[in-house]
């Protein structure tokens, strides 16, 4: 209960998954996934079934907890919107790295 209350998502934490929006699924799911101290957190494409602004909040807290607790988000997205938000960019063509930039 420790991690969803810090991150704002406490009153989740008795509800069933059918319950609680996508957005606030996937906050959930990413407390989940930190409440180890994991150093990295895989995630693919964890804002594919998100509005635009939720996508933005997940982002946002991910960089939190990377600020925050030091675990790492390595995700695949094609939502280009994200881009502006991390701190560094690694770019796949045909399953080859294409580049690779910090932010």
Known sequence: ?????????EQYADRYPNRISG????RVAVARAVVAG???VLADEPTANL???TSLELIDLMRRLNS???ATFL??????????RVSRL????????TSDETR
Do not use: M, V, W, Y
């Not at 209960?1 to 998502?9: D, Q, S, T, V």
């Not at 957005?23 to 996937?26: F, L």
């Not at 690694?90 to 790295?97: K, Q, S, V």
């Open 38 to 40: 994991p150093s990295i």
């Open 51 to 53: 509005d635009s602004g």
């Open 68 to 70: 925050e607790k030091g």
């Open 23 to 26: 957005g606030e699924q996937q």
């Open 75 to 84: 995700f695949a997205t094609h939502d280009s919107r994200l881009l502006d």
């Open 90 to 97: 690694i770019t796949l063509e045909d399953g080859r790295i």
């Open 1 to 9: 209960r420790k991690i969803l209350a810090e991150l704002g998502i």
